[in-house]
């Protein structure tokens, strides 16, 4: 059962329909709003503005996150920059450019009038952040800097040093200060979102745990609001931190919302290259690295083991800039990738296992010296001297792709609204923007897009017409989610077996970032889709799980999301089976051109893949696909060239 | 690379704490010291013991989580850098190391080594803000800000809150972090407006968190992840005595 696949994107031309949806939504009048609860899961960037907007508007909000304070979440760790359509450089961006851009950087796989609507307040997001005050670099006479970014030709991206997540984060955070100090905001650090309520078909309300106590709560609201980030850590290894998990989203998957082309993950191609089993996460080195910096490998495979100062000019291969002449080393990141593990299969791949390129400074910093070098990246060179021990001001970093980013995530039409009536979904945790591959800085621009300048216009759409209908908790709704909240719990902690939470994640993100990441083909994925139904079963017979619910126990907040990882890894791969084209970050090696670039099939696949869950009783069956498709008005689909 | 460990065991609050000896065998010189207790965890839970509870997220130096005291120095050693970016590659083989929470008065225990430092938050929810409604905002370009000053905002700004300062600092005292807010506010014309009063707010705050005062010993600055100068405290004082002034003189 599931509610329309309906868009509701409003008719007219591309850059009326925003503002005549915002001139045709409803509204909520100022003294009605205290009576609303809105509940926002998730305090990063979408989350965070989303609270603190709908806080000043006069909403009363609840606001969880699993983290201890929401300056926390890993919004915090993006490096290079947001994008906006300022044109302050004059160097021909337009809404329009921003908008194309990443349609096209997305494999023209997300919806239009989304894509616009971004580029077009992506403006207000730049005038909002510095408001708050927001430190932005800036030129010598005061006004605010730029620099590029992969898949675009213009200068558009703005940036705080290596630090824009940060402080577009803390920026939010502090607008969030605020309104917890107005009493509009209520924060619940530490509080884990475990299940999703529905009352009589609407999101009423969530069944919580709270990581210090072990304490399971219920909350009612008249809407949710989910921004719970990406499922990148999936693939147990990624650039995303620790705790970020699939479990809000996947729980509301299987109450029921539509979860949208889980295969669209982003594979970074700057990334530090693994050293070892230990390793508990991937570091990123900012996409704006290659501003400046060159990727190359040796072209013979016999120069590999040399140090890279000692191979001359003339025996190295920058492919990026040979492959792709117009773009170069800013290829879009899909591109960039592949391409990497494209020379590392030839055996040219340089570091420890042969799993790494050159991304060389030398030339840049002769020709603008080692300051201004400094200046743009010292952060990320310090990073870098920190994980590796390696002085990258006179030896070439070595990255590698990983994990970074995940495009899919539920369905939502154009107010954000699932299918799930009440139920919203923003920033990562959402699928609508970035098509089959993000371009860089376009995530912090869709974060704080969606919570401050979207969700605030289009959440009044539902809760008009709900005044009045909040539920309680003790309905029986409520009683019936905590309860199998609760089982799940015992459960997972009754096991009592042989093998540790690590081994089990570790050996499932082996098996996706083969079978299921930067190439993927049928046959793999079918391998894939036969193990992981194995090592789920594995989990729930022989994992280990110390402690008990009634305490602080890191390593059962763990176990639920690792559980749900298992189950959600399946439904990744299904998707990545059933999208039998290449586009984007999804690359199936069965369609490549052939200079090995994807192809599209879009007489087929122009379609947005809606999976709705379908099993009972703690059995999981062949989800059920619904599929949207795209309508491309404004842009034509082109083969997408960076050459 | 192996190493002896002493690390600081508290199930609760209310429970008396101590220390207990683990051995960490076959680490990595390239692991993290956060990596090394995972491998550690991970033996311990399957011998059928509880795991350290220790904190952290993003685990490469900026979401602020982790707050390890290590061998009596916040965040350990290799200066400036989170506990999260100090590899095993830093000590000797075969070295002891002892592992505490970050100690303060206002950072109750809240299990081993993770202590509860919502005193931060509190402090930045009584001022550390620009009261900015979303929509109301004028053209990003329409207030030029001198380079000097955006970069000095900058500097401030680049605080984690992790509370390495206060853990570091004899007192207790979370002056660090406070001046790095009311500083990068300080420096920008759009924190002008609530200059004044923000100041004020923040800094009782602090005092009504517990945090004690400063008494330049400078430690905070030295185990500062992000490298947060001290000067910043001097701006702070002077913003604070500026402010009662102001607010004496009814201004």
């Not at chain 1, 995303?240 to 919302?257: D, E, I």
């Not at chain 2, 952290?56 to 061998?71: H, P």
Request: hydrophobic fraction near 35%.
């Amino acid at each position: 059962m599931i509610g329309s696949l309906e868009s509701k994107v409003p008719s007219g031309v591309i850059d009326q329909k925003w503002k005549s949806h915002r001139d045709h939504s409803r509204l909520v009048n100022p003294n009605n709003r205290r009576k609303f609860d809105v509940i926002v899961v998730g305090s990063g960037l979408a989350g965070g503005s989303a609270a603190a907007t709908l806080g000043e508007l006069g909403y009363r909000v609840k606001c969880f996150c699993y983290q201890d304070s929401p300056r926390r979440a890993h919004s915090i760790a993006a490096q290079g920059g947001i994008n906006a359509a300022k044109n302050y450089q004059n160097d021909g961006d337009s809404i329009y450019r921003l908008f194309y851009d990443t349609i096209k950087g997305g494999d023209f796989r997300s919806r239009e009038a989304n894509v616009y609507r971004l580029a077009e307040v992506s403006n207000l997001i730049i005038d909002q952040c510095v408001e708050q005050g927001v430190p932005f670099a800036r030129e010598y006479g005061g006004l605010l800097a730029n620099r590029s970014f992969g898949g675009a030709q213009v200068s558009r991206t703005f940036y705080a040093r290596g630090q824009t997540g940060q402080q577009l984060l803390l920026g939010c955070y502090q607008a969030l200060c605020r309104q917890m100090t107005a009493g509009t905001v209520q924060m619940y650090p530490q509080t884990e979102m475990l299940d999703l309520v529905l009352v009589n078909g609407h999101a009423k309300g969530i069944i919580t745990r709270c990581l210090r106590t072990g304490k399971i709560e219920r909350f009612a609201g008249d809407a949710v609001v989910l921004a719970t980030g990406g499922y990148g850590n999936v693939f147990y290894l990624s650039t995303n931190a620790r705790g970020c998990n699939v479990t809000a989203t996947y729980r509301a998957y299987k109450r029921g919302a539509l979860f949208a082309n889980p295969c669209f993950t982003q594979i970074h191609p700057t990334c530090i290259p693994q050293s070892g089993d230990y390793q508990s996460k991937l570091t990123l080195m900012s996409e704006s690295l290659r501003n400046d910096g060159r990727v190359w490998v040796p072209k013979r495979k016999e120069d590999c083991p040399k140090s890279p100062n000692e191979i001359s000019e003339s025996d190295r291969d920058y492919y990026l800039e040979r492959k792709y002449p117009s773009f170069g080393n800013l290829a879009p990141r899909d591109i960039s990738s592949r391409a990497a593990k494209e020379v590392c299969d030839e055996g040219r791949g340089v570091g420890p296992g042969g799993r790494g390129v050159y991304l060389d400074f030398s030339d840049a910093i002769k020709r603008l010296g080692e300051d201004v070098i400094s200046e743009r990246y010292g952060n990320l060179f310090e990073i870098y001297h920190k994980i590796t021990g390696e002085d990258a001001y006179h030896v070439p970093m070595r990255i590698y792709p990983a994990v970074h980013y995940t495009m899919g995530g539920l369905w939502v039409d154009y107010n954000l609204m699932s299918n799930i009536p009440g139920l919203h979904v923003i920033g990562e945790a959402n699928f609508s923007d970035h098509g089959a591959n993000r371009l860089g800085a376009s995530a912090l621009m869709q974060g704080l897009a969606d919570g401050y300048f979207v969700l605030p216009y289009t959440l009044p759409n539902y809760l008009a017409g709900q005044m009045g209908k909040r539920p309680s908790t003790e309905a029986s709704e409520f009683a019936q989610a905590e309860s199998e909240v609760r089982a799940r719990v015992t459960k997972l902690l009754s096991v009592n077996g042989n093998r540790s939470l690590d081994s089990i994640h570790r050996e499932l993100g082996f098996l996706l970032w083969n079978q299921c990441g930067m190439a993927r083909n049928a046959a793999g994925l079918k391998d894939a889709l036969s193990k992981i139904p194995k090592l789920r079963e594995e989990f729930w017979r022989n994992v280990k799980v110390p402690g008990t619910n009634e305490d602080f126990n890191q390593s059962l907040e763990r176990a639920g999301r690792i559980a749900d990882f298992l189950e959600f890894a399946e439904l990744m791969c299904l998707d990545a089976l059933e999208r039998d084209e290449s586009c984007g970050g999804h690359f199936r090696e069965e369609h490549q051109t052939p200079d090995g670039e994807a192809l599209r099939d879009d007489e087929r696949f122009a379609a947005v893949f809606a999976w709705e869950f379908q099993g009972a009783n703690g059995t999981v069956n062949r989800p059920k696909l619904h599929r949207e498709p795209l309508h491309f008005e404004t842009v034509h689909l082109t083969q997408r060239s960076y050459k | 690379m192996n190493f002896k460990l002493k690390i600081w065991r508290q199930q609760n609050r209310e429970t008396r704490g101590k220390f207990v000896d683990y051995e960490a065998t076959d680490i990595s010189p390239a692991a993290s010291i956060l990596e090394m207790l995972d491998i550690v965890n991970e033996r311990l839970a399957l011998k059928g013991e509880e795991p350290i509870a220790f904190d952290s997220d993003c685990r490469e130096g900026i979401c602020g989580t982790c707050s390890l005291t290590i061998n009596g120095e916040a965040h350990g050693p290799d200066h400036p850098g989170a506990a999260c970016e100090l590899y095993m590659r830093q000590f000797r083989d075969g070295e002891k190391i002892t592992i505490q929470p970050f100690r303060a008065r206002s950072f109750p225990i809240i299990k081993d080594l993770v202590v509860d430092r919502s005193g931060l938050d509190r402090i930045v929810q009584a001022g550390g803000f620009v009261s900015a409604r979303a929509g109301s905002a004028p053209e990003a370009n329409s207030i030029p800000v001198p380079k000097h000053d955006s970069d000095v905002a900058m500097e401030a700004a680049a605080c984690i809150g992790c509370g390495a300062c206060a853990a570091a600092c004899p007192n207790a005292s979370a002056m660090l972090f406070t001046a790095a807010k009311v500083s990068h506010l300080a420096f920008l014309p759009q924190g002008h407006p609530e200059r004044t009063s923000r100041v004020l707010k923040m800094v009782n705050a602090m005092d009504a968190e517990g945090f004690g005062n400063c008494t330049n010993t400078y430690e905070c600055e030295a185990v500062c992840p992000a490298e947060i100068s001290a000067s910043f405290i001097a701006k702070l004082n002077r913003e604070y005595t500026r402010a009662v002034l102001l607010s004496r003189a009814g201004e």
